[in-house]
């Protein structure tokens, strides 16, 4: 099993930044090398893909809506993968949810551990 909590959500202005933090914990985390990727589910929207990390945190993939913009990365040593969010607007605006799997995808069925999530809001 494995265990995610996220933390870092806030209020800030368009064109502000902000980091969240997700800290992994479970038998299941420590013996892979799990990829971890970064979710949102906006108001009345589906949840959607944000940003992923390889295991080995070699490789990583944005959707094309954050890219040049949103920054992944993780620290083995302590657990935690990190999204760096750079000049934010109002439609990033969501509830960011941290997840985990032995695959490398963007696709949310691939996760079956995720975390409880941490709301973003950005105003204009």
């Known amino acids: 099993q494995v265990q995610l909590v996220e933390s870092g959500g806030g209020l800030v202005q368009a064109g502000g930044s902000l980091n969240l933090s997700c800290t992994a914990s479970g038998p299941t985390f420590s013996e892979y090398a799990m990829a971890m990727a970064w979710f949102r589910q906006g108001p009345g929207k589906e949840r959607a893909f944000v940003a992923v990390?390889?295991?080995?945190?070699?490789?990583?993939y944005y959707d094309d809506s954050v890219k040049g913009r949103f920054a992944i990365s993780r620290d083995d040593a302590k657990s935690t993968v990190s999204l760096q969010m750079n000049s934010l607007q109002p439609e990033d605006t969501a509830v960011y949810y941290c997840?985990?799997?032995?695959?490398?995808?963007?696709?949310?069925?691939?996760?079956?551990?995720w975390g409880q999530g941490t709301q973003v809001t950005v105003s204009s």
């Open positions: 990390i390889t295991g080995s945190g070699s490789s990583t």
């Open positions: 997840a985990a799997s032995r695959i490398y995808s963007s696709l949310s069925r691939s996760y079956p551990y």
